[in-house]
């Protein structure tokens, strides 16, 4: 009974370690996602900023509200995102289930378009008509240099900051 009770206790506290070893891996993941996605925000304003050439006072009302609109973009994307994730998943979808994710996703571009219409309007009032012109060209420019960067390793970015 003792050596039962011995091993039964080594093996809880085996489990225990465990689990608390596969929680500060969870945490780290977690950790260096957020700051990933914080560098590529930063990145962004830094693109931004510097392209539009924008005043601190104009980056300081700007870029708040560019957050907001890019989160709220965000949010109406995730339903969509989860739904295709779960029928790529699932199995004997219908045809009306995947008209259905179809439409929602089609329509999720008309709301992304409202959203950053709205947001273009209170742009107005932060930036010059040069600025508006030049915000346009942003986004694919930056994805051009992300995906660049992606592709050659981040060595254009490295040699950059060795400058």
């Known amino acids: 009974m003792k ?3 011995s091993i039964l206790t080594l093996a809880l506290v085996c489990a225990t370690s465990i689990v ?3 929680q500060d891996n969870k945490n780290d993941r977690e950790k260096v996602r957020k700051e990933r996605w914080e ?3 930063q990145d962004k304003h830094d693109f931004y900023a510097q ?3 924008l005043t601190q006072e104009q980056a300081a009302a700007f870029f708040p509200l560019f957050d907001e609109m890019e989160k709220k973009k965000f949010e109406a994307g995730r339903e969509v995102r989860r739904e295709a994730r779960a029928i790529i ?4 979808i219908t045809d009306e289930q995947y008209k259905a994710a ?3 996703a089609a329509a999720l571009h008309e709301k992304e378009v409202a959203i950053e219409k709205e947001y273009y309007e209170r742009f107005c009032n932060i930036l010059t008509p040069r600025q508006q012109f030049l915000y346009h060209r942003c986004d694919p420019e930056f994805q051009k240099q992300a995906i660049h960067k992606h592709h050659s390793g981040g060595k254009h970015h490295q040699q950059e900051c060795k400058k």
Do not use: P
């Not at 998943?89 to 004997?92: A, D, L, T, V």
């Open 3 to 5: 050596r039962f009770i």
């Open 89 to 92: 998943k699932g199995e004997n």
């Open 20 to 22: 608390a070893v596969a």
């Open 39 to 41: 560098k590529f925000r």
């Open 51 to 53: 392209t539009m050439q």
């Open 102 to 104: 179809a439409d929602r």
